[in-house]
């Protein structure tokens, strides 16, 4: 699968499950491990764990090649490891508490460009949530 489609396709699985402040970072001129970083917001533990498992489950299921989950039990901060891309789930208080938004503040903002590509079919990107 093509980097741009696993961006594309991890967002509209975030949007499915109703993340929300939905942000694509191009953090590859500072890092070589990953191309972009996906930061999303959730409500709870609950729905944090859902969207991880619907993550591993697709892209499992497309033959992505993940490195690893962290956080999956807790579901306070979630890591998902997909090697160009790496998906941060956190509830609003972690985001907010890590400010890892703050973190990389210098990287570009790729957000409006993965939105305005067409979603995969199936998967919408636009509506609630973002």
């Known amino acids: 699968m093509e980097h741009e489609e696993l961006v594309r396709r991890a967002i509209g699985i975030a949007v499915e499950k109703k993340a929300r402040d939905i942000e694509v970072l191009d953090v590859s001129e500072r890092l070589q491990i990953a191309e972009h970083f996906l930061l999303v917001s959730v409500d709870n533990r609950r729905q944090a764990q859902a969207l991880c498992a619907a993550l591993d489950a697709e892209f499992k299921k497309a033959g992505v090649p993940k490195s ?3 956080g999956q039990a807790e579901g306070w901060w ?3 490891d997909f090697d160009s ?8 208080e972690a985001r907010e508490y890590y400010g890892l938004d703050k973190l990389w ?3 570009r903002n790729e957000t409006g460009r993965f939105l305005e590509m067409p979603a995969p079919p199936g998967r919408g990107v636009a509506g609630g949530g973002i």
């Open 85 to 92: 891309l790496v998906v941060h789930i956190f509830q609003s």
């Open 68 to 70: 690893r989950i962290e």
């Open 105 to 107: 503040a210098d990287a």
């Open 78 to 80: 979630i890591l998902l």
